[in-house]
């Protein structure tokens, strides 16, 4: 908020925009530098996917030396941004680094190679650098990994004046909402918001006006976790202790966000058979090398399915009709299974379902399955009797589909539970197994039925 | 933060659940309302699902005693509080609803029945009424829909010092973090962070001391947006204007956060044919009639498919083993459908992609449908050339491979755009267009190729 001017619509935005791109292919540097100083570095960042790989080098120059690189490359969307920073000589980034707050330069150097990680950290001073080589030392998924050491923390005993005086002097660093109050051995004691400055008297002492019982995180929880807190109470900023309860940093409400946007985003791809690390954009060749060895897998499991129906080659080839009723079970079984999974898969990860409730989630998917049978059994039996006129295929249909979808209810529920127990992610390859179950066992029952029935289906 | 203890971890918070849970079924209700005082109302509300029907009215009643009724309610999901709300009579509901903040009592008041809801509204006195009244005229979903009317607006000619009198002289309310300054009509002109108030000299005005320029919502705007403007520009609220800049409301971050998991559930339940009223404990019954529909609507759809393998009958029943691979053509082409059309919705969901870069992305999906498909195909051809021993078989199996991945990047793409285009939710009923034009389209090319070179299969 501390920046030009902040454009408040989509209308205006995408004119200043439209202009500030002309600017950049026309070569109007002079002017360039002026519309970036008036611009939200945020909306700026939005501008570098429009732009051609020179015009990007152009833009991160002149974004440099008005030292907006750090605030605005941070906006740019994961994949874009790794992608730029292979390009920006290492003087720059280790500059740019030291300008991040502690955990977005952490997260830069993260997107490195390990050797040049190395040679940008030799860049930086001493004081910096050992923060962010402590920063890095915690997994990239962790409460530690996330958290910034960019925070307020003051002994209980200094006295409101002397707090003031503090923040007073104190410049650099994110956006201070909380202090936090700690004793003479680092251990979190307290937290005073800001806001209620307006009503501590000068004299009073941390320890009298903070507010005493702090919700924490410590530095190994899993940042889905620190989502799950931040969100369950509301919080602007949450502090992360070591085993010790020393504070050692926090993570504030922005990343939660991110952390959050990036969990959904691993929901979705997993439940797709897809790999987190590909975007919309990601260049042809390494998308076909993040989706092929999914779709082999699945190209596996498919051949099961047809060696299933294999064993039935002698039925068919006596009732095609059996061949073109194939599509409808498979279809069927998968749709539902794919509805029972994504609904046990977003209950676990939105903390609605825990593993001790799985029974519960388990049973009811079966009976949702069978009931949702018996009513696509009856349409699919009517609609198979009109198509062929015969009352034992309509039967089969009606038998089929519903030992279909309660086979998808079953392993729609169990595969993400099973997965959850196994401390896997439940959503991890779990629609190729569920589909798998769904064709085989439907294929097995609605082949095995036409095979017992065969002499009146003929 | 305001509240007695807050359990810092897991274990002790289990603890402390678990004994609230037995000094409920056992009706010590004294002890039970002396740890009502000490634990957080979100952990409280973690003990619903837990009890019986009368042991969660006997909850609430202690709660609303204890006037902690609307913190507690507000943390529930938002399933179990509306069947809840059913249960609590409309005089306590009205009370609950005047100690909510506005936002919240508009969500409460737009899970009841029109006509309760009028009652509940004729039991609020009329400044509060009026007030909800207003915000429920905005669409749920938009910036007017999830604004609070709690904010704390001030006019640009007070002093520092007035606007501190002012700040200790308010009680009741949300954590004020901001001071929106308004001009003599109300239009917006500029923001206080509340932080800043150590800088300032008492003499000063708010025209002088505050940040001119502020990002801002209109009421009309669609919620996912908000989220996105609050993500992009890291924002702890975002004020809303009306059409003519007055301001008239406010969106906290904790709000967004869960706009942003209601969209990421949104977006997944319509890839997977769910309604989003639906939950992992929804009764099985309710279910069944939320995803009969769908299931019907697939039903049409796989019964295309059928059609289409009809078509070929005659040519499945001169060689079985064809019954055999559809199974593979379907699954296939189903699962690169799936991750072209996640990609592509997940794309547009977090604005990677607009609709500008439509056929950017269309052309990607394509062509590495086609790769994917000249890999899976060489390998699929193979394993048929094995398990068969032709040769025509395996190139058949090869060249439909291709086709049906082309096909599923095609439309994998294209029906989420198409949707968006037509302003639909690109998600929705998505899955099952596409999973058609890849069943329709893979049987056509592989039955038709089949049918074409039959003598060279036999």
Redo the contacts between chains.
């Keep these: ?2 920046f ?3 454009i ?2 989509h209308a205006e935005l995408d004119q200043a925009q439209k202009m500030l791109w002309k600017l950049i292919r026309l070569g109007s540097l002079a002017q360039v530098r002026n519309g970036l100083r008036k611009m ?1 570095p ?1 909306d700026v960042a939005g501008l570098f ?1 429009h732009l051609r790989a020179t015009e990007q080098l152009t833009l991160i120059d002149l974004l440099f030396e008005e030292q907006l690189a750090a605030r605005t490359l941070k ?1 740019l ?1 994961e ?1 874009l941004l790794k992608e730029l920073l292979e390009k920006i000589e290492d003087q720059k980034l280790a500059m740019i680094c030291t300008r991040l707050s502690p955990d977005d330069a952490v997260d830069f150097l993260g997107y490195l190679p390990e050797e040049r990680k190395e040679r940008i950290l030799g860049l930086i001073e001493a004081k910096p650098k050992q923060e962010l080589e402590t920063l890095l030392l915690y997994p990239e998924d962790t409460a530690g990994g996330i958290m910034t050491t960019d925070f307020v923390a003051l002994p209980e005993y200094l006295t409101v004046r002397e707090t ?1 005086e503090f ?2 002097q104190r410049k650099r660093g994110e ?3 909380y202090v936090y109050v700690v004793d003479a051995r680092g251990h979190l004691v307290g ?1 005073l ?3 209620n ?3 501590w008297e000068p004299e009073q002492r941390l320890r009298e006006v903070m ?1 005493p ?4 995180v ?1 530095t190994t929880m899993q940042q889905e976790e620190v989502a799950h807190v ?7 900023a949450v502090p992360v202790v070591d085993e010790e309860n020393k504070l050692v940093g926090v993570i504030t ?2 990343d ?3 952390v ?2 990036e969990e ?2 691993e ?3 997993h ?4 790999d987190t690390d ?4 990601t260049p ?2 390494r ?2 090398r993040l ?2 060895p ?3 897998v ?2 596996a ?3 099961l ?2 060696l299933t ?2 064993l039935f ?1 002698e039925t ?2 006596q009732y ?9 079970v ?3 079984g ?3 299974g ?2 029972s ?7 676990l990860a ?1 903390g ?2 825990d593993f001790s ?1 799985g029974a ?2 388990l049973f ?1 998917e079966i ?2 399955g069978l ?2 049978g018996i ?2 059994g009856v ?2 039996g009517v ?1 198979a009797y009109v198509w062929y006129h015969n009352l034992w295929l309509a039967m089969i249909m009606f038998f089929a589909m519903i030992a279909n ?1 309660v086979i998808a209810g079953l392993f729609g529920a169990l595969v993400p539970l099973g997965l959850r127990w196994a401390k896997l992610d439940p959503a991890l390859g779990s ?2 197994f569920v ?1 798998t179950a769904t ?1 085989v066992g439907g ?1 097995l029952v609605f082949l095995g039925l036409a095979t017992m029935l065969l002499r009146y289906l003929k």
């Excluded at 019982?213 to 924490?216: A, D, I, M, S, T």
């Design positions: 908020m501390a030009g001017v902040v408040m619509n939200h945020a996917p906006a969307p994949n003031m923040l007073r956006d201070v909402f937290v918001p800001l806001r400055l307006v009503f507010i019982n702090v919700v924490r410590q931040v969100a369950q109470y509301d919080l602007l409400v922005d939660v966000i991110d959050i946007e959904a985003t929901d979705m791809y439940l797709a058979n897809l590909e975007h919309v954009f042809v060749l998308s076909v989706r092929c999914w779709l082999l699945n190209l499991t498919a051949i399915a047809a129906v294999s080659e068919i080839s095609v009709a059996l061949a073109v009723m194939m599509p409808i498979a279809g069927m998968g749709n539902a794919t509805q999974l994504t609904v046990v898969v977003r209950g939105l609605e379902l409730q519960k989630a009811k009976r949702v009931l949702n009513v696509n349409v699919m609609i979808l629609s190729i589909t064709d294929f």
